[in-house]
């Protein structure tokens, strides 16, 4: 399991390449906005969609903010852990999670009135099927919305977009055992077997660029570096705002 973990990890630096090259910078915009800042946004959302008056404004606005600090200092912890959490971590912090879900519904529900409330748990069913559509496409789905994409930016012919497709799912399905392998493992590369994985990904980087130099034209890969260095890019801006 470890030899299948360690060789599904040499193509985790080729993932972004099959992410949707020209995402929306949405999120980056979120991600820049400072805690207290999304928490204003946040009550103002729900001020203007409940129609709270300012008592209820004050009691939610304490109410996020407690969240939101709770939040912070989890992420402040994963950041400073330099192992991966066990199995029975996880169990203990997912039951963490829905106790804290439901006190913060218990919570909500004191302030709000009925109507509010209704309301209020329609918009988080609301929000979270559209979180999932938009965010938990199956490989395919994105494969073949990566595939439009390229044709319409590279105007790739029909012979053209066979080739892609075919490399497109090549590299899906190597995704796929790399979240798997990570899933099923509970050991960390040592740092030799990680610099043994880095100068494998080099390499599998450079035989993907030669496959894609091959299908296309000069003026077509031209662009295609163009459009991938963009993209990486925006991902190191992101990284970089995200710390």
Known sequence: MKKLFIAAL?????????????????????EKLTPEQR??????????????????????KQLIAEKSAKAEKFKESRKDSKTPPTAEEKAAFRKQMDAEKAATDAKMKSILTADQYTKWTALKKEHKGHHRGKDHKSPQERDQAHLQ????DLNLNAEQ????????????????MLRKSRRDSTAQPTDAEKK?????????????????KSILTTDQYQKWTAIQKEHQDKMKEYRTNKK
């Open 149 to 152: 994409k390229l044709t319409t």
């Open 161 to 176: 977009q066979k080739q892609v497709s075919e490399l497109l799912s090549d590299r899906s399905t190597k995704m796929a």
């Open 196 to 212: 043994a994985m880095k100068k494998q990904m080099e390499a599998d980087h450079k035989a993907y660029d030669a496959k894609m």
């Open 10 to 30: 040499l193509f985790v630096g080729m993932v972004s390449f099959a992410q949707d090259i020209n995402q929306k910078p949405a999120q980056d915009q979120q």
């Open 39 to 60: 928490n204003e946004k946040r009550l103002q959302k729900l001020t203007s969609d409940l129609n709270l008056d300012k008592k209820q404004q004050e009691q939610v």
